[in-house]
């Protein structure tokens, strides 16, 4: 005997994805990117000007304050903050617009916005990156080569602080080997998918029809 039933509407995951400076964020989402092309990064809107070789719509959506302003006005960003006196945030429409198209959206974020992100969207899924020991995570700064000694201990003191917090995620992800950690990431994804938080419209619809 065969049952028919409706599956769930497409639509997508808003991935909230933090970790200290150094964990390897960036690293993990460009290999989970080339295995799962329907999913997008959330481009970030900024104040300052473009630097060299950075695009319009790749690296950032540069716009001017008065724009920015008017969006935080019209509840048009999901977050924001003001750094070296410009606004960075995350614009809401675009964002909106992938996951209606069914594409899951992750979002690279401090600790501090992923809250307010969280508080908003109690469907997200977060996501918290973490380095195997904190020793590797100096290793991993120093070893870039980019900052002073004063510089990396600040990090390494932000990165404490932003660790504590890992305990407010859904899951975490240890960054021992980027391939591995990748994988772990898509597995997450695609659990969650079918947790009760991404369906209950469907749980409901099942309950309405019986």
């Not at 473009?50 to 920015?68: L, M, N, Q, S």
């Amino acid at each position: 005997m065969s049952s028919n039933y409706t599956i769930p509407q497409e639509h997508g995951i808003l991935v909230v994805f933090s970790g200290p400076s150094g964990a390897g964020k960036g690293t993990i989402l460009k290999r989970y990117f080339e295995d799962n092309p329907p999913a997008v990064l959330s481009v970030s809107a900024t104040t300052r000007p473009p630097r060299p070789g950075e695009v319009d719509g790749v690296h950032y959506h540069f716009v001017t304050r008065a724009e920015f302003e008017r969006m935080i006005a019209e509840n048009g960003v999901l977050e924001y903050n003001v750094y070296n006196g410009n606004y960075y945030g995350s614009p809401r429409g675009p964002i909106e617009e992938e996951l209606r198209k069914g594409h899951d959206v992750i979002l690279e974020i401090e600790t501090n916005g992923a809250g307010h992100i969280r508080r908003m969207f109690p469907s997200a899924l977060s996501i918290f990156v973490l380095p195997p020991t904190f020793e590797e995570l100096k290793k991993r700064l120093i070893g870039r080569g980019t900052e002073s000694p004063e510089e990396i201990q600040a990090r390494l003191e932000k990165g404490r602080k932003e660790i504590e917090m890992a305990l407010d995620y859904d899951y975490i992800v240890v960054n021992d080997q980027v391939e591995t950690a990748a994988c772990r990431l898509a597995e997450i994804i695609r659990s969650a998918r079918w947790s009760k938080k991404f369906n209950q419209s469907f749980i409901q619809e099942v309950l309405n029809n019986a």
